[in-house]
């Protein structure tokens, strides 16, 4: 017997594919891979609110970078049905529409086949992870380990260098509106998840490329 | 699913062909499976000799530029920007690259599978023909430009029946004559004319007694063939009478009539029961009725205005002129040719109202019907370039008559200008929302109290006088007596050069609509509301460069050049210092009316509002290019009228 299961700590067996996706962590992206060849997941979410404690996932956007090009056959829009009294709230504001909606746990199931020995990217990343962490952890996903990149630290990183102090940075310039304005990128579909990750992947495009003239050409350098 | 990324790049790809052409199921399923890539300045997209890579390219933002080796230099040969589709040739032909792909700029670019595309080239007939017209001609990119559309329009033949030429624009458009007017052929000439004179027609059907065409009289046969003759008016028709006539079935196509009629040279084709010589007439149709039906002949079109006296048959012809308008438009002839004809056509319309109304009312004010009077064009009509049939703006000065008269002359002038105005209403064109037409009591006023008005807005020139002015400084003569518009212009002048400072304050006028800055995503649109989104083309564009030429020239005391355009060409002719600005001005306000018209004939509108989205790449660059001078001009006008130290 599982000391765990000893203790009453167990809880359902994982499903297959929370399995599978954990399996592919174990073997590492090598550190000394050019970025170039890596692969990317860039996503992003829309929540009922900032608190990853009570707000909810409305709906996930994704899109695939893999040597530098954005695969547009990769794209992924979802939304998940909200809540009977969130319901209400977006029928008042007219935003009820034809929609893609799917379970929680094909919504997971998706994001983790495609996180699989993938770079995850995102604007502001930590919260979309928690906020996609909250909707799996009923489904018996706990934590979402996958490299991850945040193109707000990338950018502050490009302008700043490596090492700077983090009370320095004005966080509003760095904010996605401003550096889709600053690496002109046309801001289509602001505040739809889908449209945003599609931005921070266009994003994520020309920011490795300044990253490479700047020297950082490996996954290692990338990351560290 | 389509999603929102792949929304993005069919909205993309739609506006350019060879995608344009593609249903919305097709473009969608080539969107899915293309990929966006970045490449930084300098960076080769392919070199010259690879194989041919699994994709082609178009670009979504950026310039590519295609260079070979010449001599060990490299030498740009295309350069390619948004729109443009680029490293078919290699693709399609299975064989490596001739030559370098490399990006000028930052470029995000869009690669599209070979695979979902060569489907497509199968299914697909025009996407093919328009690659293979452009490779048969030996280019290597496929350009997004008007001169590659029109190629392969061309090759298309148009889809629908709204041919470039208008040649052949259907059977259901030929107005035959009708009833036919004929005469037994036993008849004396003098008999003939006399029907001719009172059907109002210029020949006339000589048929036997089973009502067969023998042979056709007309005014030419008259004149050559009776009077040059000296022959007696009693001269039988028969020995007078153009003959044999040719003869058509009344069933034959349009486009088989008018080939007919342009081998054999005729004026008249004239058609019988069975369309041999030995049936029963039944119709008859002229070159002339041909050349309305085609519409794109602004003489006869104008001939005809001036010669009919029905209100349907007018409108009809009004319309007609929309058809001509547009294929000038589309073939891009010069805009002040065009706003010239459609000003003509216009004006002509006008006239013959006001003809008919003088007709209509004449009897009852026997005392006042030769009163001197004219009929002024504002606004854009006024300027000489209202292209489509957007608001009427116009007013009826008439001469001052003594006391007792007064009222008669003003019921009089009324009742012409109501019906004027219902006649123009009849062919199509809209009301003024501000009432400013002659059909308004307050704008159909004899010239004493016309220069009061002029006077008011001069001396007090508060906002409400100033928006008149802005209409009202634009009229001209298009009816009457030109001497009571002459008068009124020298008055204006007058009065401008007793206060001064009216021109100021019309320049910081001519300021109230900033120039459309930022450009291309961010033209400025409206916020809110019906056009939310959309770009106020004559607000933001046109008026600001009207109201700056318009006091530009009132500043030069320049008379008689109303269109905007030309009075940029005059203002380049008296400042040769600004010349060149003054030039680009014109020239950009071209471009908007045309921008304008294309689009109000497209979306059946005024034109106004426009769609930044809905231009195509051209349209997009040629207008931001057209924004630049509005800017400077309002500088200028700034500097010159103090404007800066001038408060409001």
Same mark, same amino acid.
């Given at each position: ?12 067996p ?6 599978? =996706?954990?399996k ?12 170039s060849?890596?692969?990317?997941l ?6 009922t ?11 996930? /956007? ?15 829009? =979802? ?6 009294r969130?319901?209400?709230?977006i029928?008042v504001? /007219?935003l ?6 799917v379970s929680?746990?094909?919504l997971?199931r998706?994001?983790l ?18 906020m996609?962490e909250?909707? /799996? ?6 934590k ?10 990338l ?5 700043? /260098?490596?090492? =700077?102090?983090p ?14 304005e600053? =690496? ?38 990338l990351?560290? | ?9 069919? @909205? ?14 097709l ?20 070199? !010259? ?6 994709f082609?390219?178009?670009v ?7 260079t ?7 030498e740009t ?13 290699a ?38 023909l328009?690659f ?13 430009g &008007? ?7 061309a ?17 259901t ?10 005469c ?7 008999e ?12 006339i ?10 042979g056709?009289?007309?005014? !030419? @046969? ?11 008016y ?7 009478m ?26 008249h ?5 069975d369309?041999?010589a030995?049936?029963p ?5 002229s ?12 003489a006869?079109?104008?001939k ?5 006296? @029905? ?15 547009r ?12 706003a010239?004809?459609v000003?003509e ?6 006239r ?25 064009a ?23 008559v ?16 109501r019906?004027?105005m ?31 008005y002029?006077s ?8 409400q006088?100033l ?9 001209r003569?298009?009816?009457?007596k ?6 009124l212009?020298?008055?204006v ?9 009216f ?7 001519? &300021? ?6 930022g450009f291309?995503?961010?033209?400025m649109?409206? !916020? ?7 770009? @106020? ?7 600001? &460069? ?11 005391q320049v008379?008689?050049?109303n269109n ?5 060409e ?9 010349a ?5 001005a014109?020239?950009a ?13 497209s ?6 509002f426009?769609?930044p ?20 001009i ?12 001038f408060?409001?």
């Amino acid at each position: 017997m599982d000391w765990r299961t000893f203790f009453g700590f167990a809880t359902l067996p994982k499903p297959e594919y929370i399995r599978a =996706y954990e399996k592919t962590l174990e073997r590492r992206i090598a550190s000394r891979k050019p970025v170039s060849e890596l692969e990317f997941l860039v996503l992003d979410t829309e929540t009922t609110g900032l608190d990853t404690k009570r707000d909810h996932v409305l709906s996930y /956007g994704a899109v695939q970078v893999s040597h530098n090009r954005i695969k547009i056959s990769s794209a992924k829009e =979802y939304y998940l049905r909200p809540k009977k009294r969130n319901r209400e709230a977006i029928k008042v504001h /007219g935003l009820v529409r034809e929609r893609p909606f799917v379970s929680r746990e094909a919504l997971i199931r998706s994001f983790l086949e495609d996180a699989r020995h993938r770079v995850l990217v995102g604007h502001h990343l930590g919260f979309d992870l928690a906020m996609m962490e909250r909707v /799996g952890r009923s489904l018996g996903l706990r934590k979402i380990k996958s490299p991850a990149l945040d193109t707000f630290d990338l950018a502050v990183r490009l302008d700043m /260098g490596k090492y =700077y102090d983090p009370r320095s940075i004005v966080s509003s310039e760095y904010s996605l509106d401003k550096l889709c304005e600053r =690496y002109n990128i046309v801001p289509d579909d602001r505040h739809t998840a889908a449209g945003d990750a599609f931005l921070a992947a266009q994003l994520l495009v020309k920011l490795l490329k300044q990253a490479e003239k700047k020297g950082i050409k490996t996954f290692g350098e990338l990351m560290g | 699913m389509a999603n929102v990324v792949v929304n993005r790049v069919i @909205d993309f790809l739609k506006k350019y062909p060879p995608f344009s052409f593609l249903s919305d199921e097709l473009l969608a399923q080539v969107a899915k499976e293309v990929d966006l890539v970045y490449f930084e300045e300098g960076e080769f997209l392919f070199q !010259k000799g690879e194989p041919a890579k699994s994709f082609f390219f178009v670009v979504r933002e950026g310039a590519i530029k295609l260079t070979d080796h010449v001599s060990g230099k490299e030498e740009t040969v295309e350069i390619c920007d948004e729109g443009d589709v680029f490293g078919v040739l290699a693709l399609l032909g299975k064989r490596p690259y001739i030559l370098n792909a490399r990006a000028d700029e930052p470029s995000l670019v869009i690669a599209v599978p070979v695979a979902t595309f060569e489907k497509i080239l199968n299914e697909n007939n025009r996407v093919s023909l328009y690659f293979a017209s452009g490779f048969a001609s030996g280019q290597l990119v496929v350009r997004s430009g &008007l001169s590659q559309t029109q190629k392969v329009r061309a090759l298309f033949g148009r889809s629908d029946s709204e041919n470039g030429l208008m040649l052949f624009s259907g059977q259901t458009a030929i107005q035959y004559s009708h009833p036919v007017i004929y005469c037994p052929i036993g008849e004396s000439t003098a008999e003939a004319v006399a029907r001719m004179n009172r059907h109002k027609v210029g020949s006339i059907i000589v048929v036997d007694e089973n009502k067969h065409p023998k042979g056709i009289i007309t005014d !030419k @046969d008259l004149r050559n063939r009776l009077i040059g003759q000296n022959l007696p008016y009693d001269t039988p028709v028969a020995s007078i009478m153009s003959q044999p006539v040719v003869t058509a079935s009344k069933d034959l196509e349009f486009s088989k009539i008018y080939l007919n009629m342009v081998k054999h040279r005729l004026h008249h084709l004239v058609f019988t029961e069975d369309g041999s010589a030995d049936s029963p007439l039944v119709g008859i149709i002229s070159d002339h009725d041909i050349l309305l039906s085609q519409g794109n002949s602004p003489a006869v079109l104008i001939k005809a205005l001036q010669e009919s006296r @029905d209100i349907h048959e007018m409108a009809k012809y009004r319309n007609q002129a929309e058809g001509m308008l547009r294929y000038y438009l589309e073939n891009e002839l010069a805009i002040d040719f065009i706003a010239g004809i459609v000003t003509e056509i216009n004006d002509t319309l006008i006239r013959q109202a006001i003809a008919m109304a003088i007709a209509r009312h004449e009897a009852d004010f026997p005392e006042v019907r030769h009163i001197a009077f004219c009929f002024l064009a504002l606004g854009s009509e006024g300027r000489g370039e209202q292209l489509l049939r957007t608001d009427l703006d116009n007013a009826i000065v008439y001469e001052d008559v003594p006391e007792g008269l007064k009222e008669k002359a003003q019921n009089f002038m009324h009742l012409i200008a109501r019906d004027v105005m219902d006649i123009l209403f009849a062919c199509d064109f809209h009301s003024c929302p501000a009432e400013m037409m002659a059909n308004n009591p307050r704008w159909c006023q004899p010239l004493s109290q016309w220069k009061k008005y002029f006077s008011r807005w001069i001396r007090e020139p508060d906002p409400q006088s100033l928006m008149m002015a802005t209409i009202f400084f634009d009229f001209r003569a298009v009816s009457g007596k030109q001497g009571l518009a002459d008068e009124l212009t020298q008055h204006v002048y007058e009065e401008i050069n007793q206060g001064k400072v009216f021109l100021n304050f019309f320049a910081k006028n001519a &300021l109230l609509n900033p120039p459309p800055l930022g450009f291309f995503r961010n033209f400025m649109v409206e !916020k809110s509301g019906k056009h939310a989104e959309k770009f @106020d083309i004559k607000l933001r564009a046109m008026m600001p &460069l009207a109201d700056a030429a318009r006091v530009l020239i009132l500043s030069h005391q320049v008379v008689g050049i109303n269109n905007t355009f030309k009075r940029y060409e005059k203002l380049a002719e008296l400042e040769p210092a600004q010349a060149a600005l003054f030039k680009d001005a014109g020239k950009a306000y071209e471009i908007f009316m045309r921008i304008r018209a294309l689009e109000g004939l497209s979306t059946n509108s005024s034109g106004r509002f426009i769609n930044p989205d809905s231009l195509g790449k051209l349209q997009r660059q040629l207008l931001k290019n057209a924004f630049f001078p509005i800017e400077e001009i309002q500088k200028i006008l700034k500097v010159r009228f103090q404007l800066d130290y001038f408060g409001s």
